[in-house]
């Protein structure tokens, strides 16, 4: 069963940084979907960056933070990272760690792990 806990939310004002941990256990596949999700009040949930790590490794970000936040992976410690650099108010909201294996990526981008599993989420707030 795969688990997935998320820590490094907090507050922050406009231009500074944060990053976000999801210590992931019980991934068994080699090939697996891992992203991170968030969901402002009153929207919807939206990818924010993804990351492939079959076929050499894929990575993907929302336009809305390119350049700004790093995905990457720490395998030694089984866990997902998202760097996130020069917020912006707008980035504001809950960030959902998530995880699916034997996954479609493009799918898993667009509709989130169908048949993985979420994390619980840490709030992010940056003050303007």
């Known amino acids: 069963q795969v688990k997935l806990v998320e820590s490094g939310g907090g507050s922050v004002q406009a231009g500074g940084s944060l990053r976000l941990s999801c210590l992931a256990s019980?991934?068994?596949?080699?090939?697996?979907?891992l992203g991170w999700f968030r969901q402002a009040p009153g929207k919807g949930r939206e990818v924010v960056a993804g990351?492939?790590?079959?076929?050499?490794?894929?990575?993907h970000y929302a336009d809305s933070v390119k350049g700004r936040f790093t995905i990457s992976q720490d395998n030694a410690k089984n866990t997902v990272l998202l760097q996130m650099n020069n917020l912006k108010a707008e980035d504001s909201g809950m960030y959902y760690c998530?995880?699916?294996?034997?996954?479609?990526?493009?799918?898993?981008?667009?509709?989130?792990?169908?048949?993985?599993?979420w994390g619980q989420g840490t709030r992010v707030t940056v003050s303007s």
């Open positions: 990351l492939f790590t079959g076929d050499g490794g894929k990575t």
């Open positions: 998530a995880a699916e294996e034997s996954c479609v990526f493009a799918y898993f981008l667009s509709e989130g792990p169908g048949f993985g599993t």
């Open positions: 019980g991934l068994r596949d080699s090939s697996n979907c």
